[in-house]
C-alpha cells in the first residue's frame, strides 16, 4: 500500500497535521521561513501550490496574499477535500488532482510557484524537469520557493540527519512504530538529493538568483528567482 504517494497522503489525510508535527517539531517554522522569506516587495497575483496535501501552506500562502489567485495540485485527493473545505471561500482558489512530475501549464501561468515537503517524491531527473517546467509556467520576474528534505553530502552527514531527526521526532512524541512507518514509506518512494544539486539544477533550468534562507538537519527552504 505505501509504495503509492496518492494512496499512503489519502490514508493519513485526516491525521496528518498533527502527525507531520510531531515528525519534524519545526515543521511550522520552516512553513514560516517559507513564507517569510517571499520578496517583501512584491503582491504576488496567481499562484500555484505542488503537492499541497490538507492546506496548511496554502492557508499561510493565502494569508499572506489574499488577493492572490491560488491554485493547488495534488494526487491525494482526501488531501484536497481537506484542503478545499479550508480554502473554499476565497476568491479565485482552484483545486486539481493531478501529478505534478506530468502537468503542464502554459508559459508565465504563475508569479509564484510553492512547494512543501512534496518534491522529493520526484527522483533527480524528474526533479530537473520539473525545475525546467516551472521555469517555463513563471512570469518574467517569477519566484520559486518550496521547503524539503535534502540528503546529505555524503553518508556520514546523512546518517548524522536521520539520527538527530529521529531523536527530534521521538522526543516529539512519535512511537517507534510511527517512525517506522515513515522510514518505511520515505524507503518506498522519497528520493533525497544533495542541497548543492538542487541548487545547479536549478541555474541550469534558468534561474538567476538562488538562495536556501533556511536549513535544520535535512529539512531545508530553497527560494529561486528567474
Ligand atoms: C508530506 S505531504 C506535504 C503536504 C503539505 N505540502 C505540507 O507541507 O504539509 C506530500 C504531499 O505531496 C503530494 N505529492 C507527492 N508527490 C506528488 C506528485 N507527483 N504529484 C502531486 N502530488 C504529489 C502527496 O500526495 C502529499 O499530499
Not at 3 to 18: C, E, I, P, R
Request: glycine letters at 6%; hydrophobic letters at 40%; aromatic letters at 12%.
Amino acid at each position: 500500500m505505501f509504495d503509492d504517494v496518492g494512496l499512503f497522503f489519502d490514508a493519513l489525510s485526516d491525521d496528518y497535521t498533527k502527525a507531520i508535527e510531531r515528525c519534524f517539531p519545526r515543521y511550522r517554522e520552516m512553513l514560516w521561513a517559507l513564507v517569510d522569506y517571499l520578496p517583501a516587495d512584491r503582491s504576488f497575483g496567481s499562484v500555484l501550490e505542488l503537492g499541497c496535501g490538507t492546506g496548511n501552506l496554502s492557508v499561510a500562502i493565502h494569508d499572506a496574499f489574499p488577493k492572490a489567485s491560488l491554485r493547488v495540485v495534488d494526487l491525494s485527493q482526501n488531501s484536497l477535500d481537506l484542503c478545499q473545505t479550508r480554502l473554499e471561500t476565497c476568491d479565485g482558489f482552484v483545486c486539481e488532482q493531478n501529478d505534478f512530475g506530468t502537468v503542464e501549464y502554459s508559459k508565465g501561468s504563475f508569479d509564484l510557484v510553492v512547494s512543501s515537503i512534496a518534491i522529493h517524491h520526484l527522483d533527480s531527473s524528474a526533479k530537473q524537469s520539473l525545475f525546467k517546467r516551472i521555469h517555463d509556467w513563471l512570469t518574467e520576474d517569477g519566484v520559486l520557493c518550496f521547503a524539503d528534505q535534502c540528503a546529505g553530502a555524503n553518508e556520514e552527514l546523512n546518517t548524522r540527519h536521520m539520527e538527530n531527526w529521529k531523536q527530534l521526532s521521538i522526543k516529539a512524541g512519535s512511537s517507534e512504530t510511527e517512525w517506522d512507518m515513515w522510514m518505511q514509506h520515505q524507503a518506498e518512494c522519497d528520493h533525497h538529493d544533495t542541497l548543492p544539486d538542487q541548487l545547479d539544477w536549478l541555474r541550469d533550468a534558468g534561474f538567476t538568483t538562488i538562495d536556501c534562507p533556511w536549513r535544520f538537519l535535512l529539512w531545508t527552504v530553497i527560494q529561486a528567482s528567474k
